[in-house]
């Protein structure tokens, strides 16, 4: 169920809550709004949205608000909220269920996310881990944004920053196995 502003666009919908509580396995309904996840939060001062509000968005089944949000590919990965909150919210799990549905139903607003978050994933499955050249080449290409910081990759090649070739993971068949269980359960194969 879903209900509408006056310009037709949903403004609620009864089905989110249940839906990110299932992809993130956390109880988001724990959090009573003590603001310790974005008080601690050192990614805070550039979100649109605090922890905390996302949180109370995500249990006010605000999708449209929430996944548009640029706090979800803003958020460091970092744990520091999780580590803090006294309900143990994990608003991590919470974050990633968040960007993987927003990449799915594609609302995320800026082009380059996406393609960043595409060509990262594309070089963990192939190497088992990242290269930072192979990534600014791939993100360069798919949004077609050459030069506006090429003075900054010089320089980090030149200091040796950014290695020319890419070394393997000795795991690299494991890190590859992970990926494709991921894919079987996201896509509903088996295993799901």
Avoid at 102 to 116: D, H, I, M, P, Y
């Amino acid at each position: 169920m879903q209900y509408a502003d006056k310009n037709g666009l949903a403004v609620y919908d009864a089905n989110f809550s249940p839906e990110i509580k299932a992809a993130s396995g956390t109880n988001f309904y724990r959090c009573y709004q003590c603001l310790t996840c974005s008080l601690g939060c050192p990614s805070a001062f550039a979100m649109d949205y605090l922890p905390n509000q996302i949180v109370r968005m995500v249990q006010l089944g605000l999708k449209r608000k929430t996944l548009t949000s640029s706090t979800l590919w803003v958020c460091a990965n970092c744990e520091t909220c999780v580590t803090r909150c006294p309900n143990d919210v994990d608003i991590l799990r919470l974050m990633d269920a968040l960007r993987e549905i927003a990449l799915q139903e594609g609302t995320v607003k800026e082009r380059a996310v996406t393609a960043f978050h595409q060509a990262f994933l594309d070089n963990i499955k192939r190497w088992g881990r990242q290269h930072e050249l192979t990534l600014m080449l791939k993100l360069k290409l798919k949004t077609m944004d050459f030069f506006s910081d090429l003075d900054l990759g010089i320089k980090m090649f030149l200091k040796g920053k950014l290695k020319l070739l890419p070394r393997s993971l000795k795991a690299v068949r494991e890190m590859r196995a992970i990926f494709r269980r991921t894919e079987k359960r996201l896509t509903g194969g088996e295993g799901a």
